[in-house]
C-alpha cells in the first residue's frame, strides 16, 4: 500500500467567482482519504479573501499569484494540485512553467483550446441566462443559478446551501469587474502544445450543465492521460460526489482509502 509522505502538499483551485469555502466538505474528505496529507485552498484575485484585488486577465498571472500566496506561507514546492473548472487552467500552466513545482494534476470538468470548441467549453444553452444574470440579476439569484448549472445533485433546489453561499458573496463580494475579467482570462486561455511531464488524471461529471464532459475526454484522449467520468454528476463533482473523488485519487495513488470499494462501478479508466 502507497502511503502519503506528511510534506505532501494538495493544493486545490476553484474556479471562475469561486473561492476556498465553496469546497465545502471535501477538503476533509480528501484529508481523510490521503492520510498525511495537507491540504491547501489558496484563493484566487478577486474571490474570497482576495476579493479586493483586481482578478488577472491570464492564467499565467494566476499561477504567479498562487505561488507567491503559498511561498508567503512558507509552503515549498513540490505541490500536487487538484482543480476543477478555470481552476484547471491554472493547474495546466502551473506544470507547464514550473514542471519542477508539481507532482501530478487531477483536472476536474475543465476544458481549454485547442481541444474544445467554445460552444461545449461552455454550453450554449446557458448563453442567455448567464447574460440576463450579468445584467439584471442580484446576488441571490446568481447563486442560485450557478447551483443549478454546477450541481446535478442540488441543483433543482437546496435553499440552505444557496444561503450558505450568498452569505460568501455578501462578505467577500466578487465584482462584476473582477467576473468579467476572470472569463476572458478563461476564454483567451490556449493550452500548451505538450501535456504535462507529471502524472495527469482527468475527471467529470457527465451531467455538467455547464460545460460538455466531452472538454475532458477529449483532453484526456490527446494527452494519453487516464480519465474517469462519473454517470450522474455534474459541474462541480467535489459538491456532487465528493466522496467519489476522494476514493479515486486515493486509488489512483495506490492508497487505501476507506470505503474505496464504493461506486467503483460508475469510474472508467483510460
Known sequence: MTQINT??????????????????????????????AAILTPDLPGNGTRHGQDSATRVADMVEACRQQLSAQGVAAPYHLLALSLGGMVAVEWAHRYPQEIARCVLINTSMRPYSPFYRRLRWQNYAALLRQLCLGDARSQEALILRLTSRRHGSGNAALVDSWLAFQQQYPVSRRNILRQLLSAA???????????????????QDQLVDHRCSQQLARAWQADCLIHGEAGHDLPLD?????????????????????TQQARSTYR
Open 7 to 36: 510534506c505532501e502538499h494538495w493544493v486545490l483551485l476553484r474556479g471562475l467567482m469561486r473561492e476556498q469555502r465553496h469546497w465545502g466538505a471535501f477538503p476533509a474528505t480528501l484529508a481523510r482519504a490521503l492520510p498525511g
Open 188 to 206: 483567451r486561455y490556449r493550452a500548451p502544445a505538450s501535456r504535462p511531464a507529471m502524472p495527469v488524471l482527468v475527471m467529470a461529471g457527465a
Open 241 to 261: 460526489e465528493g466522496a467519489w473523488v476522494a476514493q479515486s485519487v486515493a486509488r489512483w495513488l495506490g492508497v487505501t482509502a476507506a470505503g474505496s470499494g
